[in-house]
């Protein structure tokens, strides 16, 4: 990758090559055991000791820095110099066998992300967006995707779809494009969601995935991609590269108020 005036090259570089040794040391050695947590979400030893494995790594070049991750750090507010980790995004689909899944890592300095790196190992696939520099994919740039009519748009969906308001609005959605776009499709595991609309293998992202370790590596990468971000009643964000999409939404919003 050609980065240019890049100051945190050191720091991008110790994250991917952390990434990818917990993956070949502790993530494809499988499951010895998993646990419900508080929140009804599943949590392996994998997803623990990737974590642990990642944050040791930078804490033994960075020793003053914070953490706010999933399994060990989930109340640590962000500040200068925080690193926000998903261990396995998609945990469910990893015990399950399905390849959805990945880990999400954004490094946060200045009130400001300055890189987040998605790796799907069953694709494959290392995603790494940094400040004004772009998407990169196995060290390959990314193009921002083209606009597409509204009857061409492919439509993703994540969430937990846990209450009553989240599930009304998603099918609010739904049903008022229903027959107006491609296709919908809902995919468990916010990693493939967001690296496949960053590629151009969808148009329109709906996401209601609120903790930091869930979002915001894949929104800043939409950020460099140039993506549109809709908030929707509060409860869902949209984020589309279709400029028809975008105008159907805002007309709904509009329609509603």
Not at 21 to 42: P, Q, S
Not at 91 to 107: H, I, S
Request: glycine share 6%; aromatic share 12%.
């Amino acid at each position: 990758m050609k980065l240019n005036n890049f100051s945190y090259k050191k720091e991008l570089n110790l994250a991917t090559r952390a990434i990818l040794e917990a993956t070949k040391k502790i993530t494809f050695k499988g499951i010895e055991h998993l646990k419900v947590k508080r929140d009804k979400t599943i949590a392996t030893n994998v997803d623990e000791n990737v974590e642990k494995y990642i944050i040791n790594k930078i804490l033994a070049m960075f020793p003053n820095d914070n953490f706010v991750s999933e399994e060990e750090n989930a109340n640590n507010q962000l500040k200068n110099r925080s690193w926000i980790i998903d261990p396995i995004d998609g945990t469910n689909t990893f015990v399950k066998g399905y390849p959805n899944w990945g880990t999400q890592l954004a490094f946060f300095v200045d009130n400001d992300i300055k890189f987040s790196i998605i790796y799907i190992p069953k694709y494959n696939e290392m995603y790494v967006a940094v400040k004004n520099n772009g998407v990169w994919v196995n060290g390959k740039k990314v193009n921002k995707p083209e606009s597409n009519a509204l009857n061409m748009c492919c439509v993703e969906w994540v969430g937990k779809l846990c209450d009553k308001l989240e599930l009304k609005t998603f099918a609010d959605l739904f049903m008022h494009f229903n027959g107006k776009v491609m296709f919908n499709q809902y995919i468990w595991g916010a990693c493939v969601d967001f690296t496949n609309l960053v590629s151009g293998k969808c148009d329109t992202l709906i996401s209601s995935v609120q903790t930091a370790w869930d979002f915001m590596p894949g929104e800043f990468m939409l950020k460099e991609q140039g993506a549109t971000i809709i908030e929707f009643n509060n409860i869902v964000k949209i984020y589309t590269f279709s400029k028809n999409y975008e105008k159907e939404v805002k007309k709904l919003i509009k329609g509603n108020k």
